[in-house]
């Protein structure tokens, strides 16, 4: 008997925006030469990448040049090819400033918003996410402040990102809309969302997660830096589907429930092109609890 698959590759809904399973994130976008990021961009809104994820801190690692960098390139693409713009629906986050590290007070986060805005050259961001939690700032202010961004028009869109389910439970509660996002980290070298309760909160208010480094930093595409039995497990199953190892790690991020939008980091046009083609595998449940047993290095109970 053929069992379903559990892969999900269909459109999701981020509140009045529909996006693709996965997205193009930025945080290597750093590439000076407008034409060669023009060309990534592109690429990836082909391959229907059209969730576009930046931050104003992208720049200051992965060979960029400093904060806001990549906010500016992604804005000089856009001024040479305005026509990408409605292409796409544009998210960034703001929130952290070093070195202090953190910061949603009132005055930051409008400012940060407004930064955001002058260098990606756009009257207005699809979503604004809070880039960290701000312990320091109670969440009734954050929220009168993206309350006021979205009341101006500044933002459409709202989310947080790296928030513990309970942070995002206090600032809900503030907020006189939904949050539309939930940005963790997840992936086979990283399952916390599945059991510290990320996950089921989205699921329980309709959230999207949008789930960063899918591939735990390149380890499982190369299959480097992970255990033998995982490493097997995706090889195994990428050689009965036809794809690489890369293909079926992002492919279990899109067969959770809470339908995930798995962020894509590569800067290689052919490779956005040939993993977007590739991912709607066929992943049943035995595959899938196999690859998490793999992962954790042991039986479930």
């Keep these: 008997m053929t069992t379903s698959s559990l892969v999900d590759t269909g459109p999701r809904r981020l509140g009045s925006f529909e996006v693709g399973p996965l997205a193009f994130g930025c945080w290597r976008f750093t590439s000076d030469d407008i034409n060669e990021s023009t060309t990534v961009l592109e690429a990836a809104l082909d391959a229907g990448m059209n969730l576009v994820d ?20 992604l804005g000089q693409v856009l001024a040479a090819k305005p026509e990408l713009r409605s292409r796409m629906v544009l998210a960034t986050k703001g929130g952290i400033r070093p070195p202090t590290p953190y910061n949603s007070g009132e005055d930051y986060l409008v400012s940060a918003c407004e930064d955001s805005l002058r260098r990606l050259g756009v009257e207005q961001i699809d979503l604004y996410q809070i880039h960290r939690p701000d312990f320091y700032t109670h969440p009734a202010e954050v929220a009168e402040t993206l309350a006021g961004l979205r009341e101006s028009g500044k933002i459409a869109e709202v989310g947080v990102s790296n928030f513990t389910p309970w942070q995002t439970d206090a600032l809900r509660a503030h907020l006189p809309f939904e949050l539309v996002t939930d940005q963790p980290e997840f992936s086979l070298v990283e399952l916390g969302p599945l059991r510290n309760g990320t996950f089921d909160r989205c699921m ?29 497990t995706l090889d195994r199953l990428a050689e009965r589907e036809g794809v690489s190892m890369a293909t079926i790690a992002v492919a279990f991020v899109l067969a959770h429930p809470s339908r995930p939008v798995a962020l894509i980091g590569s800067q290689n046009p052919s490779r956005l092109a040939s993993l977007a083609s590739e991912v709607a595998v066929h992943l049943d449940r035995d595959d899938i609890y196999q690859l998490v047993q793999a992962a954790d290095g042991q039986p479930l109970p």
């Design 204 to 232: 329980q208010y309709g959230t999207v997660p949008l789930v960063w480094s899918p591939l735990g930093g390149g380890r499982l595409a190369s299959g480097t830096g992970i255990s033998d039995e995982l490493a097997q």
């Design 54 to 73: 930046t931050a104003d801190v992208y720049g200051l690692d992965w060979g960029g040049t400093g904060f806001g960098r990549n906010e500016e390139i």
